[in-house]
């Protein structure tokens, strides 16, 4: 048996929160956890929008019923969730996400290339936000990983010459289940690899987007 790759057209949507204007100052780019939908993800993010920022949400590109099929029949529950990736056939998965990625970017900020670009990944998609800044096609100001780590595949040189003099962030509940200390000792490995310290940044909170938090960091620093 052979396996075999072919391109062709797809088309994928995304969220956006405000409006892109001549008075827009922040663009921010948030990228959803494994099992979300960008729409619901957005929400999280209304806070933001004051006239002079704007808000994007992209979309994994594979959705899923989140509920196995017998549940799916015995309660009704037809919830659809959205990932970037997993493990099968990855690498491709990460080349379709950052090529996606990069058009709704370029979409966006043609008519606005000054504008303060934050790119904000949360959970599994933090993993999917370094990958996208590390692909060296976009040009950004600020990384904040919310509630994930770096992934480890990364390569470490162009990041450090990409992430040099980029604001980095990474923010994380006290409670969170799946911040523990055994990733953050990961995380910390990793970022002495790329010979940058991020900022860290905690809450009282859990696996979520934190609102005092978030308006925190609404302006860049």
Not at 64 to 69: H, I
Not at 84 to 106: F, G, H, P
Not at 110 to 116: D, F, I, S, V
Request: a neutral charge; charged letters at 20%; hydrophobic letters at 40%.
């Amino acid at each position: 048996m052979k396996a075999f790759t072919i391109d062709f057209l797809f088309k994928a949507r995304y969220f956006r929160l405000g409006e892109l204007t001549s008075k827009t100052k922040n663009v921010w780019f948030v990228l959803h956890g494994y099992g979300q939908l960008a729409q619901y993800f957005l929400q999280k993010f209304n806070m933001l929008a004051d006239g002079e920022t704007c808000v994007i949400a992209p979309e994994g590109l594979s959705r899923f019923y989140v509920e196995d099929l017998p549940t799916r029949m015995r309660t009704g529950n037809n919830r659809v969730g959205a990932t970037w990736m997993t493990r099968e056939n990855r690498l491709t998965d990460i080349e379709n996400y950052c090529e996606y990625l990069t058009s709704v970017y370029k979409t966006e900020l043609q008519y606005y290339p000054e504008a303060h670009v934050t790119i904000l990944g949360f959970s599994q998609g933090a993993a999917t936000a370094s990958r996208w800044a590390l692909d060296n096609r976009i040009n950004f100001n600020r990384l904040i990983l919310w509630s994930g780590i770096l992934p480890p595949d990364m390569n470490f040189e162009v990041g450090k010459a990409i992430l040099s003099g980029k604001e980095f962030l990474v923010v994380y509940g006290t409670n969170d289940p799946f911040i523990t200390p055994d990733r953050m000792r990961e995380m910390e490995e990793l970022t002495l690899k790329l010979g940058i310290v991020p900022g860290y940044l905690t809450f009282n909170g859990g696996h979520d987007i934190d609102e005092k938090m978030l308006l925190q960091l609404r302006y860049p620093s």
